[in-house]
């Protein structure tokens, strides 16, 4: 009796399928996440803040003179910063302290919400806040956003993940 | 000195007609360009010149985390906005949008300028550009995953 000519993409399927869901689960997503997270801080710490989703770049609003010369006898500053860079640091803590939530197939990037040290509950998350919304005193500073060439950036690390998964499940050579 | 607009045209032995295959060849085009600036080397192979002792005492290098490897990355960006400008069946160019930030940037690099009028000797760092070798390696599998003549 002769094989039955009909090819069946059944295991094939099944293959792309875990591949797919392995690509947006919470441990495949993590380096994602990270990278995201070290492309943001970086930027902020450059000097430059996101104003909008897939936005452009721009300079941070320049410190005044008078928090500059705060700054300039501030023992604390931290070493990614001079006294009058305006990169959104000053004891650090606000960037260092940034996480992120995979869920769902989504990643969310955030200050942590615990307090910061030596305040008075002021957490990193509010601080962030402050400077997103600003006010008559403070300018707008707003940092956690991606920009379009960020953007790009995470997605040439994103496919280099997913084309190691199909890699590790034998769908690419 | 206004900067030169960054663009490389990529002559391709034989004509591809398929256009998807082409757009194809042009993404895996830069992603060689990308990648083979990443590690270091320029469009030859060989090792970028080494970072300025002034460059590598800076805050802004310290910021980025940088090594000792020349991977013209800061930011990022300026890698992040090299792209397919135009291609036909004969050739695919490669480069920057015209008048840009990053295309400023990647011509300090390219020619060796860096925001001087002309160039410091010994610093140029091209990088826009594949081999004869890549680019057959890249070809033959786009035509193999394309089954494509």
């Known amino acids: ?36 997270i070290g ?12 104003e909008k989703e897939l936005g452009e770049r721009s300079k941070f609003t320049a410190l005044s003179k008078r928090y500059v010369e705060d700054r300039k006898v501030f023992k604390g500053l931290a070493s990614t910063t001079t006294a009058k860079r305006s990169n959104l640091t000053r004891t650090g803590e606000m960037l ?5 939530k995979v869920e769902r197939g989504e990643i969310t990037i955030f200050p942590s919400r615990r307090a910061r040290k030596g305040s ?25 956003n991606v920009s379009s060439k960020e953007f790009n950036q995470i997605l040439r690390f994103y496919r280099k993940t997913f084309g190691d998964l199909l890699r590790l499940r034998g769908l690419i050579s | 000195m206004a900067a030169k607009w960054q663009r490389i045209k990529i002559q391709l032995d034989e004509p591809i007609k398929d256009e998807d295959a082409r757009e194809v060849l042009g993404d895996l085009i830069v992603e ?32 980025a985390g940088k090594g000792s490897t020349v991977d013209l990355q800061l930011s990022g960006d300026m890698l992040a906005s090299l792209k397919v400008l135009k291609h036909t069946r004969n050739w695919i160019e490669v480069g920057f ?49 394309n089954s494509i003549a």
């Open chain 1, 96 to 100: 260092e302290s940034m996480e992120y």
């Open chain 2, 97 to 145: 949008e015209k008048r840009s930030e990053e295309n400023a940037r990647a011509d300090g690099n390219i020619r060796g300028t860096y925001g001087t009028d002309s160039p410091i000797p010994g610093k140029a760092r091209n990088f826009l550009g594949i081999s004869d070798k890549d680019l057959l390696k890249l070809v033959k599998y786009v035509k193999k995953s």
């Open chain 1, 39 to 50: 492309i943001v801080v970086k930027r902020t710490r450059l000097g430059y803040g996101v």
């Open chain 2, 32 to 63: 060689r360009i990308v990648e083979r600036t990443s590690q270091g080397k320029d469009v030859d192979g060989n090792r970028f010149p080494a970072y300025s002792p002034k460059y590598k005492e800076s805050l802004d290098f310290k910021i």
């Open chain 1, 1 to 36: 009796m002769s094989k039955n000519p009909t090819l069946s993409l059944k295991k094939t399927l099944s293959k792309i399928e875990k591949t797919i869901k392995e690509s947006i689960n919470a441990k495949a997503l993590k380096p994602v996440a990270e990278f995201t």
């Open chain 1, 120 to 144: 008075s509950g002021l957490t990193n998350y509010d601080l962030a806040g402050y400077h997103a919304k600003g006010n008559s005193k403070l300018p707008r500073r707003v940092f956690n």
